[in-house]
């Protein structure tokens, strides 16, 4: 079971996702977790205010149900396959980014999966917990949306259809998010 | 019990996501300062398998688990929705480190900072959907 704790490799999450791809279709279904906000929104009642949420949301119940496993992941993997301290095992090279512009103090080989900012809910009071978790959580899902799909439903399958709607948009994924981690990100983190 | 399939899916892609870190925010850090290969690993590896398993679908060769052909839609060729959703889209990816699939995960592992990043993303879900027809597609 050890390797089951250590980080995946990419070829085995990359094979992993196109799984979940392959389930999702031979139910009948598509992959797009995003689409699952708009789910949520519907069912709170969010089509009394806009048409775009008047629609036969029971219909996306399996979503929800897709979304209800992921919990459960996450919570099974956090509890019995990756119990803490699991460190994120990434670069030397990002650890010294961070550190020398982006106002971190980390330790090569000692990286939490989260940052300080996203360890507990009160960092949402603070400006720079407040910018990077509800901005930034309000143009993702506004983005999300407005694109028509996120990672997994424009990048993953919408690339591997072949769309090239889907991959303008995560062209354009591409720019937003090498603007923000290089221009914009720097002021934040170092708030 | 015809909803249990995808709750094993999801199970499925929640350990996948965490156990591969794609899920967090110094990954996607990493991934805009091109200074690993993992995600685009992920990613990459997601679409080639992808294509191979769509074709299957597409060209029949693999039917729906009742039988019947599997249908795609094609997505409409309007360019200002994906490139300006897109860009609001990664400024938010870059900033927060999260795409949608990840929140659920992460609620899991039971952090209330991201209920109320789910709010967020539902806020944000919601002003799309009032401004739609005021925006251009």
Not at chain 1, 37 to 66: E, M, S
Not at chain 1, 130 to 155: D, E, H, N, P, Q
Not at chain 2, 27 to 50: A, C, D, N, P, T
Request: charged share 10%; net charge neutral; hydrophobic share 55%.
């Amino acid at each position: 079971m050890e390797f089951l704790s250590q980080t995946w490799p990419w070829y085995v999450s990359g094979t992993m996702v196109a799984l979940v791809l392959f389930f999702l279709l031979w139910f009948g279904k598509e992959f797009g977790t995003s689409a699952n906000l708009r789910v949520i929104v519907a069912a709170l009642g969010g089509g009394k205010f806009a048409d775009f949420f008047d629609f036969p949301w029971k219909t996306q119940i399996w979503n929800l149900t897709f979304g209800l496993g992921a919990v459960i992941g996450g919570y099974v993997t956090m509890t019995f396959i990756a119990p803490e301290p699991h460190f994120a095992d990434i670069s030397q090279a990002t650890v010294d980014t961070l550190n020398a512009d982006y106002g971190f103090n980390l330790t090569y080989g000692e990286v939490p999966i989260l940052p300080e900012f996203f360890q507990s809910w009160e960092s949402v009071l603070t400006l720079k917990g407040f910018i990077i978790i509800v901005v930034g959580g309000i143009l993702v899902g506004f983005g999300a949306r407005y694109a028509g799909g996120c990672t997994s439903g424009m990048a993953i399958s919408g690339i591997a259809n072949m769309q090239l709607p889907s991959l303008v948009a995560v062209i354009g994924f591409f720019i937003g998010g090498l603007v923000m981690v290089n221009y914009i990100l720097p002021f934040i983190t170092n708030l | 019990m015809k909803q249990l399939k995808f709750i094993l899916v999801g199970f499925l892609f929640g350990i996948t996501m965490y156990m591969t870190e794609a899920l967090s925010w110094f990954r996607i850090f990493e991934m805009f300062k091109f200074q690993s290969f993992h995600m685009y690993g992920i990613i990459g590896m997601g679409v080639v398998l992808g294509a191979l398993i769509t074709w299957l679908f597409k060209s029949g060769k693999i039917k729906s688990i009742d039988g019947e052909q599997v249908k795609f839609n094609d997505k409409a060729k309007t360019w200002p929705r994906y490139i300006i959703g897109g860009i609001i889209f990664g400024l938010g990816w870059g900033l927060s480190g999260l795409c949608p699939g990840m929140v659920f995960i992460l609620i899991g592992t039971g952090n209330m900072v991201f209920v109320i990043f789910l709010v967020a993303l539902l806020i944000g879900t919601f002003l799309y959907g009032a401004l739609r027809t005021k925006i251009p597609h």
